[in-house]
């Protein structure tokens, strides 16, 4: 059974700080790519963070310099860490893990996990 199982998401003021958790579980963590999407009321689900499986990163232009996405690979959990927070970072936050062999394509997805950011 494959797990991904998201945590830290709530209520901040702007300008404040975030750590999102992904826990993986049914999979083999150290081959897949990892990601964070979001996804805003009306807008289109969008990619904010990846990190390949070998460790690079790359991230959305809104967010470049104030997050950061990273992974443990003896937890078999990714984290995205945010700073900086504004009202337009206010969406529901997904974990993915995308992993491509050939002919096949193996992707996941998390339940989702609220971030509003509001004074």
């Known amino acids: 059974q494959v797990q991904l199982v998201e945590s830290g998401g709530g209520l901040v003021q702007p300008g404040g700080s975030l750590r999102l958790s992904c826990a993986a579980s049914?999979?083999?963590?150290?081959?897949?790519?990892m990601g964070w999407y979001r996804q805003a009321p009306g807008k289109q689900r969008e990619l904010v963070a990846d990190?390949?499986?070998?460790?690079?990163?790359a991230y959305a232009d809104s967010v470049k310099g104030r997050f950061t996405i990273s992974r443990d690979s003896a937890k078999n959990t990714v984290y995205l860490q945010m700073n900086s927070l504004k009202p337009e970072d206010t969406a529901v936050y997904y974990c993915?893990?995308?992993?491509?062999?050939?002919?096949?394509?193996?992707?996941?997805w998390g339940q989702g996990t609220q971030i509003t950011v509001s004074s």
């Open positions: 993915n893990a995308k992993r491509s062999i050939v002919r096949q394509i193996l992707e996941y």
């Open positions: 049914g999979i083999t963590f150290s081959l897949y790519n």
């Open positions: 990190i390949t499986y070998v460790g690079s990163t």
